[in-house]
Nanobody
Framework: QLTESGGGTVQAGGSLKLSCVVSTPIFPRYALGWYRQPPGKDREFVAAMTRHGDDIWYRGSVRGRFTISRDNDKNTVYLQMDNLKPDDTAVYYC????????????????WGQGTQVTVSS
């Protein structure tokens, strides 16, 4: 089970920190990722990190502004989003899987309800 939270409405240049609790007893074994679905568009990859946190991918448009992190004791993955832009407006989702395939969304069988992020100009 995936439960995202932390979304909201902010002005351009603002910050938000998203959280996602992944309900599985083997949380530390999974790579973790964040995804988003902008209005009227397909869901897309945002960021992913290995189970040890020693390798991280970012979508080009968010690199340098977003930071993914994890807390294995809390079964939680975070996405710190700074210098937000109107193009970041989307429903944000998390997921867990194998690091090599985290950018292939078709590999995921289920998704949480997501959390809405709206950035006004």
């Amino acid at each position: 089970q995936l439960t995202e939270s932390g979304g909201g409405t902010v002005q351009a240049g603002g910050s938000l920190k998203l959280s996602c609790v992944v309900s599985t007893p083997i949380f530390p074994r999974y790579a973790l990722g964040w995804y988003r679905q902008p209005p009227g568009k397909d869901r897309e990859f945002v960021a992913a990190m290995t189970r040890h946190g020693d390798d991280i991918w970012y979508r080009g448009s968010v690199r340098g502004r977003f930071t993914i992190s994890r807390d294995n004791d809390k079964n939680t993955v975070y996405l710190q989003m700074d210098n937000l832009k109107p193009d970041d407006t989307a429903v944000y989702y998390c997921n867990a899987g194998t690091y090599a395939y985290m950018q292939q969304l078709k590999n995921f069988d289920s998704w949480g309800q997501g959390t809405q992020v709206t950035v006004s100009s």
